[in-house]
């Protein structure tokens, strides 16, 4: 008995929640309600909002920095960056930015993209072609726009593969069709 009300009241509970975040939701518009601004919501989490709420004004490619707040920068793991910022789309733009180099004992960096899993896999540039040098990632950085939906290999070539190896400067993408609505 007091198993079964305890239970109830539980049921009662969720669906208030439930029947609260419904509102929430069909009200996504207005700011500010309960204390939650969609507006901001919806800027900090514009990927995955465009991702589950495909609407033709939002089916736009977008920019996206590769390394966030990090930049293309040695010992930051572009993998697991990848992996948390996809998926990427077809016409999507990745913006590498990295420092130029400041005086001839500097190891800038560079991107270089790669012919296949197993290049990038062992850090072999031999076949990799230069798609910036160490200059180019500087001011508002050097911008690649993922033009085919085929993998893409980049990693940083510098010091021979050693940024690519042991500073963990690579990472591949694969960009897909964005859905869409009727
Ligand atoms: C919600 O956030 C946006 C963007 O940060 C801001 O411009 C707006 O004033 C906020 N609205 C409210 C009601 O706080
Ligand atoms: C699509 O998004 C735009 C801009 O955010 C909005 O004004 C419009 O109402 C949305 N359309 C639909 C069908 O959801
Ligand atoms: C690389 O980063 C790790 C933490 O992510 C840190 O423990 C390590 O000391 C760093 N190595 C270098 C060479 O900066
Ligand atoms: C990508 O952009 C090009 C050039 O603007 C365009 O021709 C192509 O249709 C776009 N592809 C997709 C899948 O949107
Ligand atoms: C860098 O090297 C070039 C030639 O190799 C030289 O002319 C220049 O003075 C050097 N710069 C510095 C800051 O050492
Ligand atoms: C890097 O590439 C830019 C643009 O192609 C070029 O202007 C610049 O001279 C190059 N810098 C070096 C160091 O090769
Ligand atoms: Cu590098």
Request: proline letters at 5%; charged letters at 20%.
């Amino acid at each position: 008995m007091g198993q079964y009300s305890s239970s109830n009241y539980l049921a009662k509970a969720l669906a208030v929640l439930l029947f609260a975040s419904m509102l929430a939701g069909c009200m996504a518009n207005r700011d500010g309600i309960f204390g939650f601004n969609s507006t901001d919501w919806r800027l900090r989490h514009r990927g995955s909002w465009n991702r589950h709420h495909p609407n033709k004004t939002q089916e736009l490619p977008i920019k996206i920095i590769v390394g966030g707040s990090e930049n293309w920068r040695f010992n930051f793991s572009y993998t697991d960056w990848a992996f948390k910022h996809g998926p990427f789309y077809v016409n999507d733009t990745l913006v590498f930015k990295y420092d130029p180099p400041v005086d001839n004992n500097s190891h800038p960096h560079n991107v270089y993209l790669l012919p296949n899993l197993e290049s990038l896999m062992k850090c072999d540039l031999s076949k990799a072609k230069e798609i910036a040098n160490a200059t180019q990632g500087a001011g508002e950085g050097f911008e690649f726009v993922l033009e085919k939906r085929q993998p893409y290999y980049f990693a940083c070539g510098a010091s021979n593969g050693v940024h690519c190896d042991v500073g963990h400067m690579k990472f591949s993408v694969m960009p897909t069709l964005r859905a869409r609505l009727g």
